[in-house]
């Protein structure tokens, strides 16, 4: 009983995160005339994987070494898209 409560928590809150990235993401589509080159998939992924690392830390009371693989990939992908942004940034 406790476990359907706690993956309804978890569930509910990853949705929601999901939905305010792409409501973020459009807004900034519409009205900002933002131009979007990369994969929203991969944006929508690392947005999952922080979701799930700050939910593990919330609900489950991890530590940050028991979180350490997680934040070691968002780090990894922050590099990642910091270094292709660097390259792909062109100033006009």
């Known amino acids: 009983m406790t476990g359907d409560f706690i993956f309804a ?3 509910t809150r990853l949705l929601v995160l ?11 589509v519409l009205f900002f ?12 992924t690392v947005a999952l ?3 799930v690392v700050f939910l593990s830390i919330a609900i489950e009371g991890a530590t940050l070494t028991e ?10 992908w922050s590099v ?12 006009e």
Do not use: D, E
């Open 80 to 91: 990642i898209t910091l270094f292709i942004a660097i390259k792909a940034f062109r100033w």
């Open 67 to 76: 979180v350490l693989p997680q934040l070691l990939g968002l780090a990894v």
């Open 49 to 51: 994987l922080g979701g």
């Open 9 to 11: 928590q978890v569930s």
């Open 18 to 28: 999901m939905m305010q990235v792409l409501i973020m993401v459009g807004a900034g």
């Open 33 to 44: 005339h933002l131009h979007f080159i990369g994969s929203l998939f991969n944006m929508m």
